[in-house]
């Protein structure tokens, strides 16, 4: 089985910073891709950041210069630091990694149950 389990939101006045984290754990072969998506309320989930195994990243518009995604393959762990946070970056983020579990032949998503993030303005 595989788990891929996120930890770092709260509640944060606009400007402030957090840091999130998102550990995959089971039986793991390998690790392609690393990423985190949010929803926003009333609103579909959209790519944040993402993280290959090689370290090649990728940001979205809104996002770029404020948060960084970095990765420690040896912990199968991704981060996302979020800095000079605005309230419209208010929202459930998610983990995604997609990877190879013993035993299987083709990469798979698995994600997380998500944790709040909530910028006061």
């Known amino acids: 089985q595989v788990q891929v389990v996120e930890s770092g939101g709260g509640l944060v006045q606009a400007g402030g910073s957090l840091r999130l984290s998102c550990a995959a754990s089971?039986?793991?072969?390998?690790?392609?891709?690393m990423g985190w998506y949010r929803q926003a309320p009333g609103k579909q989930r959209e790519l944040v950041a993402d993280i290959t195994s090689g370290g090649n990243t990728d940001y979205s518009d809104s996002v770029k210069g404020r948060f960084t995604i970095s990765r420690d393959n040896a912990k199968n762990t991704v981060y996302l630091q979020m800095n000079s946070l605005k309230p419209e970056d208010t929202g459930v983020y998610y983990c995604?990694?997609?990877?190879?579990?013993?035993?299987?032949?083709?990469?798979?998503?698995?994600w997380g149950q998500g944790t709040q993030v909530t910028v006061s303005s």
């Open positions: 995604e990694a997609t990877l190879l579990q013993l035993g299987g032949y083709l990469l798979r998503e698995y």
């Open positions: 089971g039986n793991i072969v390998t690790i392609n891709r």
